[in-house]
């Protein structure tokens, strides 16, 4: 399997405004008021996210790419009826600091004029993002973080959950490893708000299928060196060795521990997976794993289709947060036509409680009660060899949604 890099990122630089005209024709939509009822005239995307780190791959500058699509389907949709005549993308790198994602949400929020600020992988940074959300009273629909506060503790009126959290994916995995036999784990996991949560959220599901977690071991984020940390995860000789890392940080654990005196006397779970992981690294080096994913494109004919257009415009294969991010766009700006406006109260009235069924989410439905959007999600497994390039995962069965999502947080109280 050739070992290779993410190819075809689309060059277009952080913070970059681009102003879109729009198209005419296309078919009739029930607001027709043109941007009368737009702030400024016009509405403006805020993508937010890690565009030259170790969460690059699997979003990054791709995710403009989705967005942009979003629009495009959009304007070809509703042409001359478009509420949204004149849309701008707005798109910043947070570094994975919680800083720094808190200071370019007010800058997308305040100078840019964005009416949204999409995807912010890094739980800490996307945290942050919620507080900024609340206090200026804009929209922020959150992709890329898994932490689960942002539907519980930290939820509020203006801030979504679209692809997933740490709950569902403990949900998947860990009990179904568990049930399977491996039943006595140690859990490595990255030491800020989303390792700490899927730490607590898979230990929750190992012990519910009647495992037990020995230890549970903070490493340091990012990193590049695991190798004390794999050691110490085989003290007490556990049958799983649960890593709880997602992007370059998966990929270097995992490498390191193919090449430790663990492989082959422990079962290596991942807790987060993105297909661009497997491809950076090499299906060989995944081959059996079993995981949670929010989304594949080779799962049927609708999927492949939009992942087409996808590496058309990218030369890659989309990840489940690239196919997030064009389904929460598209999302707000069918919200934005039913409403006639992008005020924001206005917005959030039409999403919540909606029931959606598109590309990325089935039998989805964006709960009202604590703004996740519950869909169905997937258990799969990495395949030996792949038949063709980025056909790396085999989906093992459907997770139905009331299942995956179970009942609204009750530590949400939206305010």
Known sequence: MRRSRIHGSLAIAASASLALAACGGGAGGPQSGGSGGLS????????????????????????????????????????DKAVAKAIEVVQADHQNKA????????????????????????????????????????????VGAGTTALTGASCNKYTFHWAYNTAVLAKGTAGTITKAGG?????????YAFGQDMNKSFTKEVQAAGGTVGQSIASPFPSDNFATFITKAGEG???????MHAGGDLINFVKQFNQSSLKGKATLAVG????????????????GTQFTDAWYWKFDE???????????????????????????????????????TDKADDVVAKLEGKKINDVFLRNGEVRKADHAVVHDVYLAKVKDKAAEEWDYEEIVKTIPAAEAYGPANPACTMG
Do not use: C
């Open 302 to 340: 609708q999927n492949r289709a939009w992942a087409d257009k996808f590496q058309a415009k990218t030369g890659t294969r989309p990840s489940f947060a690239h196919a997030a991010n064009y389904s929460a766009a598209s999302n707000y700006l069918e919200a934005v036509q039913e409403a006639g």
């Open 183 to 191: 039943t006595s784990w140690n859990i490595v996991y990255p030491d």
């Open 40 to 79: 400024d005239g016009k509405v403006v995307l805020g993508l937010l996210n890690d565009q030259s780190g170790v969460y690059k791959d699997l979003s990054g500058p791709n995710s403009a790419a989705a967005i942009q699509m979003a629009i495009d389907d959009y304007k070809a949709k509703y042409g």
């Open 237 to 243: 000789s556990p049958k799983v060795v649960g890593s």
């Open 99 to 142: 800083d720094v994602a808190n200071s370019k949400a007010q800058e997308m929020y305040d100078r840019q004029k964005a009416d949204i600020i999409l995807d912010v992988p890094n739980s800490a940074a996307a945290l942050a993002v919620a507080t900024q959300a609340k206090n200026k009273k804009r929209l922020y629909i959150n």
């Open 272 to 287: 987060l997976m993105f297909i661009t992981d497997i491809h950076s690294l090499g299906v060989e080096q995944f081959a």
